[in-house]
């Protein structure tokens, strides 16, 4: 049901240049050297009068927040604490600022322009992002897809919102905090500007809603609107408030997605940054890098000061993403920086450009989204043309879950359509084209396999036995198994298979756990793989009788695979491993990242 329309433009199309470098006057960032003592982290804090030294993030243990006390001024502070051994980088906390066809009744008023494309119906624009060519294809996107919104908050009980908002699934409101993330409560995401777990405060919270509305606002639903992704997940990252925030708790927003990614595996493609503002920030481009190492793209507003970002730098937009956080080089850039382009495919005047610092285009002017009170807006400016790009990720993951994000940033990249208004101003002089990109992300067929599979099912000349404990060795499906002794916790047993494959290459690696002998609950198989050893867990005991899949793996042409009892498991004299038989399987290429 539509409460509300208005029509705004975005906070950072307001901001004005002058406020570029604004920061806090109380407080600045520093960075310790990783091999840095805890004598030389207080000496160097200690060298200015302070009130409180934090930690900006959990996975950025080097990175601390320094409140001055009254009367110290930044600048003094960042000469007195750079001086200091021990110290990598002082900065000031800058300010920055917000930069099938549907039954949706928006979508088919003609208005919903930024969806559109040229063949679409019963309405068309050939400069829109042509999201809508996708969903006629039934390309809509996927919940199993994450999407973090870096921005202010989200009216996640918006009813075009609510399918899409994620809901924690490792915390409760108990007061604890139960996923060990240094965040109580986080049950729908995290608001660090007010430091709660309230990712939506008040109206004012229009642009972070408008934003998420735009990359996954549920389609198909015969309300309101329809955003890139009718399903996706959205994790709001709220750090922006009404007159803005600081780079500090950028950095906090950023890790806190990266932590869900690299900690519980949440496939989490991009995050959106539709904001801009500050000087550089190495603390910011630490951050960034650190997503990037985790396979997350960081798609951002180039801004909306109408100028050149190649002669005149705006962050975050201008950051090169292609080292590692710990500063050696990746091999691609993480970062996707967006122009904002008109209904008739012009650059809007007021969004920034650069041939080298600006990617591509995306339409951002009068785009009509999701807004605060369960209502609807249009906004304009590159704020709304980052989420066209954000959502273009997400729906390409969701149709090759195995891309990993830089090959995504590669396909966005590479279909975008060419527009006049962008030659020699971007990167591309493309702008995104979403019907051509859900063409090239949907994977080929699966070749067949050019090698032969090894199945291993007699292991006498495989089998091999270290240290004492083993008990028996039959050949062949009758089983090959051992038991530990209570109390030799300290020793390791190892079983092995030694295959010989017809040649090196890429292999689905599974072992066959026997119908008896298989008690053990931790058994730990070891794959020897051409880059190291990986580690797989699996429980025996639930597993008797069956294939065992222990994933896919660049092996050499003599590979081996262990099992082995050291798996910190308490023992017992009943508790047994068991070998049984391998199989490897050639397959066409590397796993998901």
């Not at 090169?320 to 850039?333: F, M, S």
Request: proline share 6%.
């Amino acid at each position: 049901m539509i409460t509300s329309l208005v029509t705004a433009v975005s906070p950072s199309a307001a901001m004005a240049s002058g406020a570029r470098h604004s920061h806090a006057e109380d407080r600045v960032i520093v960075g310790f050297d990783a091999d840095a003592s805890r004598r030389e982290r207080r000496r160097a804090t200690a060298s200015v009068s302070v009130a409180s030294v934090d930690g900006v993030s959990v996975i950025a243990p080097d990175v601390a927040l320094v409140d001055l006390a009254p009367g110290q001024s930044v600048p003094r502070a960042i000469r007195k604490i750079k001086a200091q051994p021990g110290v990598a980088f002082v900065e000031p906390d800058y300010l920055v600022q917000a930069a099938a066809s549907p039954d949706d009744p928006w979508y088919g008023s003609g208005k919903h322009w930024g969806m559109y494309g040229g063949a679409t119906s019963p309405h068309a624009n050939r400069f829109g992002s042509g999201a809508g060519e996708a969903w006629a294809r039934g390309h809509v996107g996927a919940s199993s897809v994450f999407v973090g919104i870096i921005d202010e908050g989200v009216q996640v009980s918006h009813p075009d919102l609510a399918p899409n908002a994620w809901r924690n699934p490792w915390e409760s409101v108990n007061g604890i905090d139960d996923d060990g993330n240094g965040y109580v409560d986080d049950i729908k995401g995290w608001d660090f500007y007010h430091d709660d777990a309230s990712v939506y405060d008040s109206v004012a919270d229009d642009h972070g809603t408008h934003v998420a509305g735009i990359i996954g606002a549920r389609g198909g639903n015969g309300i309101g609107v329809a955003g890139v992704n009718w399903r996706v997940t959205l994790i709001p990252a709220k750090f922006l408030g009404p007159k803005g925030g600081y780079v500090s708790g950028a950095v906090r927003a950023i890790d806190y997605i990266t932590d869900l990614k690299t900690r519980h595996g949440l496939d989490i493609i991009a995050t959106n940054n539709s904001w801009t503002g500050g000087g550089y920030s190495q603390a910011l481009a630490d951050a960034i890098d650190r997503a990037g190492d985790a396979g997350i793209l960081f798609v951002v507003a180039a801004g909306n000061d109408g100028r050149d970002i190649d002669a005149a730098p705006a962050y975050p937009a201008s950051h090169e993403c292609v080292t590692h956080a710990d500063g050696t080089p990746r091999g691609w850039d993480c970062l996707v920086s967006v122009a904002n382009i008109e209904s008739d495919g012009d650059r809007h005047p007021d969004s920034d450009w650069g041939a080298v610092g600006v990617d591509m285009g995306a339409p951002g002017t009068d785009i009509i989204s999701t807004h605060p009170d369960d209502g609807y807006a249009f906004l304009s400016g590159t704020s709304m043309a980052a989420p066209h790009v954000t959502g273009a990720a997400a729906l390409c993951a969701s149709l090759d879950p195995s891309l990993s994000a830089r090959q995504v940033r590669g396909l966005i990249l590479g279909t975008g359509a060419p527009t006049g208004s962008l030659s020699g101003r971007t990167v591309t002089g493309d702008r995104v084209d979403i019907g051509a990109l859900a063409t090239a992300c949907v994977p080929p067929p699966t070749p067949p396999p050019s090698a032969r599979a090894v199945l291993i099912d007699d292991l006498d000349e495989e089998f091999r036995r270290y240290g004492p404990g083993w008990a028996e060795g039959f050949s062949g499906f009758s089983g090959h198994h051992f038991w530990l002794p209570a109390r030799e916790k300290a020793r390791a047993h190892y079983g092995a298979w030694k295959p010989v494959l017809e040649r090196a290459g890429w292999y689905a690696v599974a072992v066959r756990i026997p119908v008896a002998h298989a008690t053990s609950r931790r058994a730990a198989y070891r794959v020897k793989t051409i880059t190291g050893w990986v580690t797989r867990m699996r429980n025996q005991k639930k597993r008797q009788g069956t294939w065992v899949g222990l994933g896919i793996h660049h092996l050499a042409a003599t590979p081996i695979v262990q099992l082995s009892d050291k798996t910190g498991e308490a023992v017992s004299l009943g508790r047994r491993l068991a070998f049984d038989a391998a199989r490897f399987v050639p397959v066409a290429g590397p796993p998901q990242d």
